[in-house]
């Protein structure tokens, strides 16, 4: 079953190489999106197939070493199938 979620990870997020572990677990998995950093948070979605998005979702919810997830907001979208990759966007 495919799938499509949006995250916001707030807390110690930023600095910590958020943003690229979750990239690399998400070509690690094959899913799709994209990830960026918000003012003090991380924003991310996420489409592919339910238990690999899973994984990653769990995996924000703690993040890498350094980070601590004060906040996390998830909400489910309709899936869409628009990403080709997945990929770090800068603003």
Known sequence: MKVRVRVVIGGVVQGVFFRANIEELAH???VKGWVRN???KVESVFEGEKEKVDKI????KRGPSG??????EINRE?????????QIKYR
């Open 38 to 40: 918000m003012d003090e």
């Open 67 to 72: 980070a601590k997830v004060v906040s996390f």
């Open 28 to 30: 690690k998995l094959d």
């Open 57 to 60: 979702i769990n995996f924000c």
């Open 78 to 86: 309709e899936f869409k199938n628009e990403f080709k990759d997945f």
